[in-house]
């Protein structure tokens, strides 16, 4: 079992990667919970496959549970669905002493984990996410949000799980299309990383050796990850390296209205802004062009004509990441050496033109 830490002043706590470990979460689960009452919060998409074996495994093992389900996708991320989730639970009575469990992909996460850190002011509140994309990205850190129609992710709290289990096997029984994106988020982290983790990204060229080398690369994704949130848990300032390809990727993702998965957002955020940075002489030649090789060798995009829309510029003016009316953009000056870089709002639109 391959075993990543993370410390922070609001908990500590481990995430746990093993092949086949849903099949007894119950067994990770006694050694930080004891027996309580929890909610297991999936979606139509993963309750089918996983969330009957995993609430059978926890009856057996004492914990009481009932399975909430919201609709796949991310428009479950919202004040109804938000809403509907904690009224369930409320009616199921949780208490201060009892739990919830986030079985699904990052939408499930996010949610979860807010619903957790808002109802009675704090539950305790566990991860087993089920997608690539939450295993390397959303189900670590303790970020927890929900969107609204000025942007993504704009409500939401800081709430770290008590345990992250992480079962690769599990990405098996994803479309193609959700394993490809969620490796956007690998390539990011390499990308910063460098070294013997990015030479690992330069051997991925498909899905199936996404699916071949998984442990490793969850591994060394949230190892990264877990780094960085351990220095600096509520993105005060080095964890903002972690939004690299996020401004641009968020604001295209948003217009696109469900036709571009999260990941492929990303895929094209990092993409533009490093070639908008390597335009200006401000990051290594061949460094973008390097980015993009290792993104379209397994299919993600590189543009879309949102691009151009006027909008995107919009939209990144309420961005998270603007402090004293500029916005911070994370770029690499080459593989390995990430930077930051603050815009203006006033001349964000002439920044990022073409």
């Not at 401000?282 to 290792?294: N, S, V």
């Amino acid at each position: 079992m391959r075993s990543v830490a993370v410390d922070t002043k609001a908990r500590s706590y481990e995430i746990l990667i093993e092949e086949g470990v849903l099949d007894n979460p119950a067994e990770h689960l006694e050694k930080v919970w004891t027996k309580r009452r929890c909610v297991i919060l999936t979606d139509t998409n993963v309750y089918p496959l996983y969330a009957k074996k995993v609430s059978k495994n926890l009856s057996e093992a004492g914990f009481e549970n009932i399975v909430i389900t919201v609709e796949a996708g991310e428009k479950s991320k919202s004040w109804q669905t938000l809403s509907n989730v904690v009224s369930q639970i409320a009616d199921f009575g949780l208490t201060r002493g009892d739990g919830l469990i986030a079985l699904g992909g990052g939408v499930v996460g996010d949610l979860g984990g807010l619903c957790a850190s808002l109802y009675m002011r704090g539950i305790s509140f566990v991860q087993f996410p089920t997608s690539l994309l939450a295993q390397v990205d959303s189900s670590v850190g303790g970020k927890t949000a929900i969107d609204i129609a000025q942007g993504k992710n704009l409500v939401g709290t800081f709430y770290q799980p008590d345990l992250v289990l992480i079962d690769p096997l599990v990405l098996k029984t994803l479309d193609e299309r959700v394993t490809v994106e969620g490796y956007a988020e690998v390539v990011k982290c390499a990308a910063m990383v460098g070294g013997t983790f990015w030479q690992l990204i330069e051997k991925i060229d498909d899905a199936q050796a996404i699916l071949k080398h998984a442990p490793e690369l969850i591994q060394r994704s949230v190892s990264f990850k877990a780094e960085v949130v351990t220095k600096d848990e509520k993105e005060g300032s080095l964890r903002k390296l972690l939004n690299f390809g996020h401004s641009i990727g968020h604001a295209v993702e948003l217009l696109a209205d469900g036709r571009l998965l999260h990941g492929e957002a990303i895929s094209i955020g990092l993409s533009e802004v490093n070639r908008i940075f390597e335009s200006r002489g401000l990051t290594e030649e061949g460094t973008t062009q390097a980015i993009c090789d290792r993104l379209q060798a397994v299919g993600l995009p590189l543009e879309d004509e949102l691009l151009s829309d006027f909008r995107v510029t919009d939209i990144m003016k309420h961005d998270k990441k603007v402090s004293k009316a500029a916005l911070t953009f994370v770029y690499l000056k080459k593989i390995g050496e990430p930077e930051m870089f603050s815009v203006s709002l006033d001349e964000l639109q002439r920044f990022i033109e073409k």
